[in-house]
C-alpha cells in the first residue's frame, strides 16, 4: 500500500529562523512529488519534482527529491509569520493520482 | 493568473438530500479531480476525470457519488442521499499532463 510519511507533524519558530521539513515515500509507480501549502482552505501549489538531485526554488522556498532514499525536503529560510501554514507533501503515481501526506503544521512566531 | 472556481462557497443540506457542487477547471486543462478533506483530516482523493470519462476513482467514491462535465466548462459532483460522515471540504481540481494542479477553493458541505 502507497504511504506518505511526514515530519515532524508541527513545528513552532521564530521568525527569521530556518526549517527544513521532511517527506518520506512509499509509492508503487511513482512519477513525481509535488508540495503544496494549505491556509485556511485550498492548497497552494508550491513545487512540482520529478528529478532526484535538482533543487527547485522560489523565493525563500527550495526543493529537492531523492529517488533513491524516497524522500524529498522542503526548507523555507528567513521564515515570516505569513509562511505559517500546513505543508502537504503529495506523491504523484503513473495515474496522476496524488498521494497526500498528514502535512506539517508549521508556525512561525514573530 | 486562470483559477479554478468552485460554486457554492458553503452549502448546508439535510440529511437524505442531493448535493450538486460546481467548478469550472482552468480552460487549457485536460485533467479533473475532485478531493474531499473532512475537517482536521487529511485530503482524500475521490475521483480524476480525463477525455470525458472517469480515469480512477477512491474505495470512497461509491455509488452514491456521480461526476460529470455538462458542458465544455463546468465538471460536477453530485452526491446522493447525503449522510452526516460527508461533511466536509470538497476541492476541485484541474491540471495538465507533467504539471502540477491548481485547486479550487473548496465548498464546505455541511449536512445537518
Known amino acids: 500500500e502507497d504511504k506518505v510519511v511526514q515530519s515532524p507533524l508541527s513545528l513552532v519558530v521564530h521568525e527569521g529562523d530556518t526549517v527544513t521539513l521532511n517527506c518520506s515515500y512509499e509509492v508503487t509507480n511513482f512519477r513525481s512529488l509535488l508540495w503544496y501549502k494549505q491556509e485556511k482552505k485550498a492548497p497552494t501549489f508550491l513545487f512540482m519534482l520529478t528529478s532526484s538531485g535538482i533543487e527547485k526554488k522560489s523565493g525563500r522556498l527550495s526543493s529537492i527529491l531523492d529517488k533513491k532514499e524516497l524522500f524529498s525536503i522542503l526548507n523555507i529560510t528567513a521564515t515570516q509569520t505569513g509562511d505559517s501554514a500546513v505543508y502537504l507533501c503529495?506523491?504523484?503515481?503513473?495515474?496522476?493520482?496524488?498521494?497526500w501526506g498528514a502535512g506539517t503544521k508549521l508556525i512561525i512566531k514573530p | 493568473e486562470p483559477e479554478v472556481t468552485q460554486t457554492p462557497s458553503h452549502q448546508v443540506t439535510q440529511m437524505g438530500q442531493e448535493v450538486i457542487l460546481r467548478c469550472v477547471p482552468i480552460?487549457?486543462?485536460?485533467?479533473f479531480y475532485w478531493y474531499r478533506q473532512i475537517l482536521g483530516q487529511k485530503v482524500e482523493f475521490l475521483v480524476s476525470f480525463y477525455n470525458n470519462e472517469i480515469s480512477e476513482k477512491s474505495e470512497i467514491f461509491d455509488d452514491q457519488f456521480s461526476v460529470e462535465r455538462p458542458d465544455g466548462s463546468n465538471f460536477t459532483l453530485k452526491i446522493r442521499s447525503t449522510k452526516l460522515e460527508d461533511s466536509a471540504m470538497y476541492f476541485c481540481a484541474s491540471g495538465r499532463q507533467g504539471q502540477g494542479y491548481t485547486f479550487g477553493s473548496g465548498t464546505r458541505l455541511t449536512v445537518v
Open positions: 503529495a506523491p504523484m503515481d503513473s495515474n496522476y493520482q496524488l498521494i
Open positions: 480552460s487549457n486543462h485536460l485533467y
